[in-house]
């Protein structure tokens, strides 16, 4: 189905009008498919979490058997949170077309379920979740760990300063890549994704093979891990630890949230996109519990808890007893991290775009903008050279200003950090990145679509374009697990924990303390916008945001394009906008 005429007279209108900006999503042929949407979480969830991470959470329980059903516990919340996801993503926002409401898939995530949900006063959700996402929203604490693991990789001693160095040139190569283009930064991370797995399917055969009482050439390394009288014996007592641990683990599992991120360039969202997050989330789970089962069935406990070495390192040392192979899983998670960055880059970028069309942002008209991509416009400029008459193509777009946006702060946080050793500044920004990001936000969400449910009872699920096992189950499985970590995370750990002070050099309070306050970080940015900026201008911000949708070829409605106009008025020139406030 086409635009009708008014849709064209809107975005004629809209070319010429300063004021306004036009975005435009994909074109059906660049829109992502089922296997890049499954991508998307492998190539985030597969990171250092899962190498890294089966170390630190033993050490913070003392227990393997604790250790196994906290990752089984973690593949079950999640798979909750993606529930939850799916059940707002897929049915929010709403569109009035043709006289019917509908629902039309948008990018931004979370940011679209929490304006929905916590509607007055205007912005003030809007200005919470901006800040803290602009702030947060990247991976630089990947960043400063790809850079340690590149050294170590190398061979070199340790060193700071090229540590940092090489995070910042991370994250810049990540940047350029999706504003030069958008078609090779997708690809690169679906051939990420896939060479992950094999990886992780490697570690399942070279440890399954081992509890199977293979030698590999220097007598049997089986260990005595799975002993049911030894597997949950001395457990730690404290409470922080094992709220620590899971942190860690729903961290590991954190990556389900990217596609919605980007629903609005998905294909056929309604038919497909279901199916595949639920389909790459259970994936994900099973080769999480098996590379831990591995893990275990070649690395004794004793030697995990004595030594600072992560756990695939310990792996690869005792299966191949070579020096060597400490660099190569080095190298290896390295390369992992560089994956988590590419996709967390296209994705958050999106968010931050989503952002700046409310207009909050100092120069959001800037950072609203999509541009054309220079290999886009090469590939043009060489195809008419050689076919004058090729019918002209939709060129694939980028939002650019929001990646500078997304780069900008990523710096920053790397450099903010630049006083503290490598290690430190890993455990800080990862922390702070799970307890706002995945665990406030996750509760806020989830408790507030139980609210929603409560609300619109009949009207909210009658319309719901996904429908999820168990009605509101996952909801409350999600929110009650998210606001257990949030609580408990206020908790002192014991001083022999992983997570004290003497060994993190973080005060246990910082984390939650800053992850909260980032809240009123929000409220106290949304007072600037709304009332001190006004005030000193003589003006107000007025935004209109016009989607233009259109049932596409499948039969589902789409966004192919949005008006977005931004434009201070003289105060009190529009009461109705300021009526809506409140």
């Known amino acids: ?107 931004g995530g979370e940011k679209n379920y929490l304006e929905y949900i916590y509607r007055r006063p205007r912005y003030l959700t809007t200005c919470m979740y901006g800040v803290m996402f602009i702030i947060l929203g990247n991976l630089s604490g990947n960043a400063i760990v790809l850079g340690t693991y590149v050294l170590q990789a190398a061979g070199q001693p340790d060193n700071p300063s090229a540590v940092r160095g090489l995070a910042v040139a991370a994250l810049t190569v990540a940047c350029l890549l999706h504003a030069l283009w958008r078609k090779g930064g997708i690809l690169l991370n679906n051939g990420l994704a896939f060479m992950k797995v094999a990886i992780l399917l490697l570690i399942i055969v070279l440890g399954f093979a081992a509890l199977g009482g293979a030698s590999f050439g220097h007598g049997s390394i089986k260990t ?10 001395h457990p730690r007592s404290d409470a922080a630890s094992y709220a620590d641990s899971f942190l860690y683990v729903v961290y590991s599992f954190s990556g389900f949230e990217q596609p919605f991120n980007v629903l609005s360039e998905v294909s056929r969202p309604n038919r497909t996109f279901a199916r595949a997050t639920i389909g790459a989330m259970i994936f994900v789970a099973l080769l999480f519990t098996l590379v831990n089962v591995a893990y275990f069935a070649v690395v ?15 792996f690869f040392k005792d299966i191949f007893e070579d020096e060597i192979a400490t660099r190569v899983m080095a190298g290896i998670i390295a390369f992992s991290v560089l994956g988590n960055i590419i996709v967390m880059t296209f994705t ?16 959001s008209r800037f950072f609203s903008k999509s541009t054309t991509t220079p290999f886009a416009r090469l590939q043009s ?50 922390s702070l990145y799970s307890y706002v990001l995945v665990v406030l936000m996750g509760f806020l969400v989830a408790s507030g679509l139980l609210y929603l449910r409560y609300r619109e009872g009949k009207r909210w699920t009658s319309q719901l374009g996904f429908k999820p096992w168990g009605g509101p189950t996952a909801a409350i499985i999600y929110s009650l697990a998210c606001a257990f970590l949030l609580i408990v995370a206020f908790l002192p750990p014991s001083i022999s924990s ?80 300021i009526r809506e406030n409140f």
């Open 300 to 314: 004794s406990k004793a030697q995990i808890l004595t030594t600072d070495f992560d756990m695939a390192t310990l």
């Open 1 to 107: 189905m086409s635009h009708d005429q008014a849709d064209l007279d809107r975005l004629k209108e809209a070319e010429n009008d300063s004021s306004k900006i036009i975005v435009k999503a994909p074109s059906e042929p660049q829109k992502l498919g089922a296997t890049t949407v499954v991508c998307l979480i492998l190539n985030r969830t597969i990171g250092s979490g899962i190498y890294v991470g089966p170390a630190i959470i033993l050490r913070g329980t003392d227990s393997v058997g604790i250790s196994l059903l906290f990752w089984a516990l973690g593949a079950i919340v999640s798979t909750s949170g993606l529930l939850v996801w799916l059940e707002l993503g897929l049915s929010i926002p709403r569109f009035e077309v043709d006289g019917v409401e509908v629902s039309v898939p948008r990018s």
């Open 381 to 430: 400029w060489r195809r008419s050279r050689k076919h004058p008459d090729y019918p002209c193509e939709p060129q694939e777009q980028s939002p650019a200003a929001a990646l500078l946006l997304h780069w900008t702060f990523s710096v920053i946080l790397v450099g903010a950090t630049s006083a503290k050793p490598p290690e430190t500044a890993y455990t800080v920004l990862v």
């Open 348 to 363: 958050a970028s999106r968010v931050k775009q989503e952002i700046a069309k409310e207009g909050i942002l100092p120069f």
């Open 498 to 577: 992983p997570f004290s002070y003497q060994i993190t050099h973080v005060q246990w309070y910082i984390v939650p303390s800053v992850g909260l306050a980032s809240l009123l970080l929000g409220v106290v940015y949304y007072g600037g916008f709304q009332y001190v900026v006004p005030w000193l201008k003589g003006k107000q911000m007025v935004l209109e945001r016009l989607p233009i949708v259109i049932r596409d070829e499948f039969g589902e409605y789409v966004m192919t394009h949005e008006i977005v106009e931004f434009q201070w008025e003289p105060l009190g020139e529009r009461e109705e906008d």
């Open 224 to 233: 005595s891990n799975f002993e049911t009288n030894t597997s949950f014996s």
